[in-house]
């Protein structure tokens, strides 16, 4: 059986829509559906419905799917145990990263992988936490770096915890707040928050820092990309809620400021 075949199978799956399911394949549609085609001639049974409209899995096609991630995430294994037993001098891995992962952590992380002198190509995809745990379940990745407290109780995934990260609320220095009038926790929620996406149980603690209900808590914008985040930080009065590192170079140099600390307040 050709695994590739099972792995446009899983990728029709995700996307049950053959040109953006070719598209990442890297293959024409017409390629991709003869692909599809193939494999439901060789397996003698229908895998996908399709009309005009939409594409569906039949109920042959979500028991083969789920053998078939079995299939590839074996034969991924057997890749990694080739790799080690060449010394890991040549190979492929794929890997996740959140943009919360800081830059010199993951270099250091590259230069582990990828140590001078090897032929190791590695794949890095940077998203949400939430979209690199269905890039994992899906074999796409073998592991990934990112915030993961939700994974902890669920039983598919192995979490190793690395160190906490200091977290805070940061303005420009040129922001109303920092006027010399008394900084209250009251303040710092008349002007909108920024941050990147968190869980509630991050929200449920703010409110109970500031003792404020979670319907008060000012998030304006959600959003993933930190360097977005940094631009509007420094050109608006919005407040951005992040880790320490991702405006490190930014308090350094003076142009942002780290609220609670300015104003002795806890967070």
């Known amino acids: ?113 990828q140590p001078a002198g090897s032929e190791v190509r590695l794949d890095i995809e940077v998203n949400h936490w939430e979209a690199l745990r269905e890039a994992l379940l899906a074999e796409r990745i073998e592991f990934f770096v990112a915030y993961a407290r939700p994974l902890v109780e669920d039983s598919r995934f192995v979490v190793h915890e690395l160190p906490a990260q200091a977290a805070s609320l940061f303005c420009r220095a040129q922001h109303p707040l920092l006027n010399g009038a008394a900084i209250t926790p009251a303040c710092l929620l008349d002007y909108p928050w920024s941050c990147v996406r968190f869980d509630a149980s991050i929200a449920q603690r703010l409110c109970s820092l500031l003792h404020i209900d979670a319907a008060q808590l000012p998030v304006r914008l959600t959003c993933s990309d930190l360097g977005l985040l940094r631009r509007r930080l420094l050109a608006s009065n919005e407040l951005l809620l992040t880790w320490r590192q991702a405006v490190a170079a930014e308090l350094a140099s003076g142009q942002v400021v780290d609220l609670p600390q300015a104003a002795g307040l806890a967070m």
């Open 1 to 113: 059986m050709d695994l590739k075949r099972l792995q446009h199978l899983l990728l029709l799956t995700e996307e049950l829509h053959f040109s953006r399911a070719a598209q990442r394949a890297n293959l024409s549609q017409t390629a991709f559906s003869r692909s599809i085609q193939t494999l439901e001639r060789e397996l003698g049974v229908r895998l996908f419905d399709r009309d005009t409209r939409r594409v569906s899995l039949t109920a042959a096609g979500r028991q083969i799917v789920a053998r078939a991630r079995e299939l590839i995430a074996q034969a991924t294994c057997l890749q990694f145990e080739v790799d080690e037993l060449r010394g890991l001098q040549a190979g492929r891995l794929a890997f996740g990263v959140s943009q919360l992962v800081e830059a010199d952590r993951l270099e250091r992380l590259i230069e582990q992988l």
